[in-house]
Every structure is written in C-alpha cells, then in structure tokens.
C-alpha cells in the first residue's frame, strides 16, 4: 500500500496549515490540530475501507494455442471486491516473443470489471504469460495497492495455419484459379491417359482411337492429363538472415506460411511433397506425405524448425539435400541472402541441384529496400542509404540473373507476394509439364 498523489496534497495541505503560526496567525493552534486529527483519520477510515488482497477474485483467460503474426486475447475478469466503485489497473509481464503490453485500467462498479489484451507473437515457439499485476485504488482515492501474481502460463505458437487455409479457400473460390487447377487435375492437355470420348468438331483429330472407333463404330479420341504423383520438395533456409524480422515477422514464418500454402494445392492436385531444413546444418525434413491429411504433418514438420543465429552453410545444406533426393523433383529453395560471398556459394550449389532437378528459387525482399531506393533524398545520411539500397538492388538481380542461366526460376518477392508466386509458378510447372 503507497500514498497516492491525492494523499500527498492532504498531507502538503497539512503543512501549509501548520505554518500559519509562523506568520502571525494567532490562535491557530487548536485549528490545526483538529485539521490533522481529521487528516488521519481520514487516511485511517480510508486505509480501512480499501480492498483486501484476499477479498480479490479474479480469473485471466489466455489462449490455448497462438499463430505466428495473429493476435489471440488474454481476458481478466475482475469481480467487485465491494459495491463501491473503484479504479483498477492491471496488466501482464510476457515473454520476448509476444509483443509487450500496455497498462489497462478501468472504473470497477459492482458487477466487476473484463479487461482485455491482444497477445501477438513474433515468432514460433512457446510464448510464456510470466505474471499478471494488479493495482486498485481506495474508496477515497488516498490509497494505492498493487499485487504481483505469478503466472508462467506457457502457450505453443504455431506457423499460421488458419491464415494459410483462408487464402486457401480464397485461391479455391476463384473462378480463374479452379480453372487452372482443373487442367491440372483432370482432363487437359498432358502426357497421361484419362478417358475416351466421342469425337466432336474442333477436337484434334491426330487423338482419335482408331481401335475404340472400330469397336463402337463412331469416332471416338482418347483425353489426357497432366501427369500427377510428382514429388515437390521444399528446401527452408533457416538461418540467421531468415530469422531476421520483416513486416513484424520473420522472414523463416513468411517462407514457412508460402510454402504450406502451396502444399496444399500440390496435395490437392495429387502430388506428394516433402520439406528439408537447413541453416549452419541440416535441420528438421520430412519424407514426402501424399493427400490433403498430409497438411498436418506438414505443420507438425514446419513448427520444429528453429531459429538460428548462425550463417547459412548452403554447400552442406543442399549437398545434403542432394543426396536424399532418389528421383527428380521440383525444388523450392526459400532463402535470403545479402553479402556476395554467400551469394556466390549459393549460386554454385544451387547449379548443382538444377543439374538433376527442377528448381524454383524465391529470395524474400525487404520492402524497405525498395522505398529507400526510390524515396528523393534530403541529405547526405539519407543519400548514402540509397546509394547502399541501390547497389544491393544491383547485387540481387545480378544473382537471379545468374541463376536464370542455369535453367532456375527465380523471383524476389515482398513477404505479401510468395504464396501468390509460388502457386502461379507451379500451375504453369504443372501445364508444362516440366517435373
């Protein structure tokens, strides 16, 4: 229990009071000593009246499971401790991957009071409510108690999965988008046999069956289908570059979000799909799981890649990656790079890979980096920003464009555009039939 500032100026009020003697006021004493006999009986009375740390009943409700970049909420219900209204304050002491937390107060009448937080993780992992702190006034106000009540409350964080499957229906739902995956499902033209059907004017006529047209004496073409059954291998870089924050989340969270997206249309369209993780060394992998029910051992996959502070050794991790591949695959490398050295080991390693396999490399851009390059600068610091800004612009579309030559396709996409351009690459992968 500390003295409020209302208390203060009493007790400063007091003194003044008690100076009066001092400058002449005759008489005065008897005044001021019932003034401050009133004085502390009033901090007395109210003291007294203040709520009690056990007559407190409270309850903090905190979500069961939480998503990368989502916020989910923490609710206090505070129940009166007296019909009386009172002011109350609380707020939570959280862990280094939620997003720290402003002090809520209220005006807590008889029916209690419900405050609320927005509890947003950066990262995956376990998000920790260490403790809760609560504070209320006296009746009058003079008075302020606080309490500290250890929590350690630990809640999972997941990689965004409601996230990804609403962009999944979004993608599903789009008439465009069901058209495309319609050649690729079903009939259109592949390589792979699907069904007869009668022949109708316009059709090709070098598909026509000659021996279904003589046993049904009509004519009768034979429809094909893009090949299905292929293996798509995501290839995840998670080192220290790839845990680096853009747009509030890490760009390993962004890479891991594009990629399940796009898993789920591969399994949707029949193909099976795998992960690889790699940072300083070969991380968490998954063999490759077929059908839509294998999302969730996607996810259980993709939540058991750390965060890593070392670099990225990109000969070991696509070497190694390398050597568990049996078959030919599409590859989709998700990294970052940024100095030249790592660029070039990149570049090398990644030609290996193409040698053998389809690759797809995706680099993920800093949106910032753009603005800088096209923002006019005011003075020298922010010229020579944009003279860095446009000389890694130069360095990155120089790696792409080595990388082109090697029969790799490349983008380097904001955080918003990876689902989107992974999943036009893959339906035009999949038309071509280039796996």
């Not at 851009?365 to 130069?394: F, I, K, N, S």
Request: proline share 6%; hydrophobic share 45%.
């Amino acid at each position: 229990m500390t003295p409020t500032r209302r208390s203060l100026a009493l007790l400063g009020a007091g003194l003044a009071f008690a100076l009066l003697p001092a400058f002449g006021v005759a008489g005065a004493w008897p005044w001021i000593v019932a003034g401050w006999v009133l004085g502390v009986a009033v901090l007395v009375a109210d003291a007294a009246f203040s709520a009690r740390t056990g007559d407190l009943e409270w309850t903090l409700d905190t979500p069961s499971v939480l998503y990368v970049g989502e916020s989910g909420p923490a609710t206090l219900t505070w129940e009166a401790p007296s019909p009386r209204p009172m002011l109350v304050r609380a707020t939570l002491d959280l862990s280094d991957v939620l997003a720290p937390q402003a002090e809520s107060h209220a005006i807590a009448g008889p029916e209690g009071v419900r405050l609320s937080w927005p509890l947003t993780p950066s990262r995956r992992g376990r998000a920790t409510v260490e403790a809760l702190w609560l504070g209320w006034r006296s009746p009058a106000g003079l008075w302020a108690h606080s309490k500290r009540v250890p929590l350690d409350r630990e809640i999972p964080v997941l990689p965004d999965l409601p996230r990804v499957r609403a962009q999944a229906i979004r993608f599903f739902a789009d008439r465009h988008f069901r058209a495309g995956l319609q050649v690729e499902r079903y009939r259109g033209d592949g390589s792979e046999f699907d069904s007869l059907k009668e022949y109708l004017p316009g059709d090709d006529h070098r598909t026509i069956d000659w021996k279904a047209t003589a046993r049904h004496r009509r004519p009768i073409c034979r429809q094909h289908r893009a090949e299905r059954d292929h293996q798509v291998i995501f290839a995840i870089d998670s080192g220290r570059l790839m845990s680096e924050s853009v747009a509030g989340v890490s760009r390993l969270d962004h890479a891991i979000n594009g990629a399940l997206l796009l898993s789920y249309v591969c399994l949707a369209t029949g193909d099976r799909v795998g992960l690889f993780s790699f940072h300083s060394r070969p991380g968490p992998a998954l063999e490759p799981v077929r059908g839509v029910a294998g999302i969730r051992a996607l996810l259980e996959s993709t939540a058991r890649i750390d965060y890593s502070a070392d670099e990225t050794n990109f000969t070991l991790g696509l070497t190694t990656l390398a050597q568990r591949l049996r078959r030919r695959s599409l590859v989709v490398l998700l990294t970052d790079f940024v100095d030249t050295v790592t660029a070039e080991l990149l570049v090398e390693n990644a030609d290996r890979i193409a040698s053998r396999h389809l690759l797809v490399f995706l680099s993920i851009r800093d949106p910032m980096l753009g603005e800088l390059v096209r923002t006019p600068p005011t003075d020298m610091v922010a010229l020579g920003r944009a003279v860095m800004a446009r000389q890694l612009e130069r360095d990155r579309s120089l790696v792409h464009r080595r990388l082109r030559r090697s029969g790799v396709r490349t983008f380097d996409v904001a955080p918003d555009a990876i689902a989107p351009s992974l999943i036009q690459q893959y339906l035009d992968i999949k038309r071509r039939e280039r796996i």
